[in-house]
């Protein structure tokens, strides 16, 4: 399989406003441009018609300077950390996650419960005490 070919200047601009990790960064790249917003320069920020967002709180003042600005698209599952109300005046799309991380979400949970249920950590913490090396050695030697 070939790598898809790098983006154009006539490819979407992205503004993120924080660092990618490098998988994710590299699977939009073939696609995008990606400019952080805080080292965006005037063009950019002129330009810029999606911002992508964490966990952050965004408010009409992080996107007041973004005039191109259609889509503010977070990669958390929730948007309670989205002034929504302004970004509706401004008639900006908001987007998120959604049930992305369900499964993964539901795969953590269970195995804390069963970890809570065989008493993992207080077998680790008894393994890993002073207690537990002395009742070793009776038992060796």
């Known amino acids: ?6 983006p154009t200047d006539d490819t979407p601009l992205v503004l993120l406003a924080q660092p990618l990790s490098p998988e994710f960064a590299a699977t939009l790249s073939a696609r995008y441009r990606l400019t952080l ?10 330009e810029g018609r999606v911002l992508m967002i964490g966990f952050a709180p965004v408010t009409d003042l992080h996107v007041a300077g973004l005039p ?45 419960l069963v970890a809570v ?5 207080a077998a680790n ?9 002395s009742s070793l050695e009776s038992i060796i030697y």
């Open 1 to 6: 399989m070939t790598p898809p070919p790098p």
């Open 37 to 46: 917003a805080a080292d965006a320069n005037a063009a950019d920020t002129a």
């Open 68 to 112: 191109a600005l259609e889509l503010v698209a977070s990669i958390s599952v929730g948007v309670d950390h989205v002034d929504l109300t302004a970004f509706r005046r401004r008639e900006l799309s908001v987007t998120n996650a959604g049930a992305a991380f369900a499964v993964d979400s539901a795969d953590y949970a269970t195995g804390l």
């Open 117 to 121: 249920l065989r008493r993992v950590a």
């Open 125 to 133: 913490a008894y393994v890993l005490s002073a207690h537990y090396e």
